[in-house]
């Protein structure tokens, strides 16, 4: 049994559908990547898979339990932590804020969260020396690094992040998916939605999606083949 299993998913905003009817696995340990342009649907993916928005058919599968339509806190609870797309930090709060407010759920264990925090610290070492600083003073690269821990302070068990790399420098862009697969290989599931191929570099399995479809999938037991996604993506 998967981690995550999503079948015939349908799902979109008002009377206007864009999911249509995707189904997809991811394992539990693995690094999943979603590839697709602009309006393809992956925001919708995650935003529905994090219960932002209800589905309008089809079912979502999560470590064995059925959780289509939960809401957000319930998921949170159960496991599926998304970070956002555009990273959405409180910029009135600093860095040690932002982060303790990401435990919340957690607040009363106070050594875990410590505990936490430090862990998330180590593979973001930059916000260890921004740590009174007000998050809308960090620069778009530290935000996104302080998003990305924040989201790890639920204790995630499957961590969507939509969109790491955006507006970021190719440095910066690397040192994301670095810590993605260090986060990855410490035992949390990650899912990421992205538009740079170049995350194909840190995944065990590629899904390709074009208008609320998804055109290409490559499961976690075979070899990624980068050719055959580029087409899928590029078209070339």
Known sequence: MSLLEVRDLRAGYGSL????????????GE????LGLNGAGKTTTVLTLAGLLKP????????GTDVTGWDPRRLVAEGIVLVPEGRRVFPQ?????????????YRRDRARTRTVIEQAVEYFPRLRERWNQLGGTL????????????????????????????????KLTLTVFEVAKQINDAGTTVLLVEQNAGVLNFADAAFVMEMGTL???QEGHEKIDHGAIRKAYLGV
């Open 93 to 105: 709060l600093t860095v040690a804020q932002n982060l303790r407010l990401g435990a919340w759920p």
């Open 31 to 34: 690094t999943a990547v979603l």
């Open 17 to 28: 559908p864009v999911l249509q009817g995707i189904s997809f696995d991811v394992e539990q």
């Open 56 to 63: 309008w058919s089809g079912t979502i599968t999560f470590d």
């Open 139 to 170: 620069s778009g690269g530290e935000q996104q690094m302080l998003a990305i821990a924040r989201g790890l302070m639920a204790r995630p068990k499957l961590l969507l992040i939509d969109e790491a790399s955006l507006g970021l420098s190719p």
């Open 215 to 217: 055109i290409y999938s």
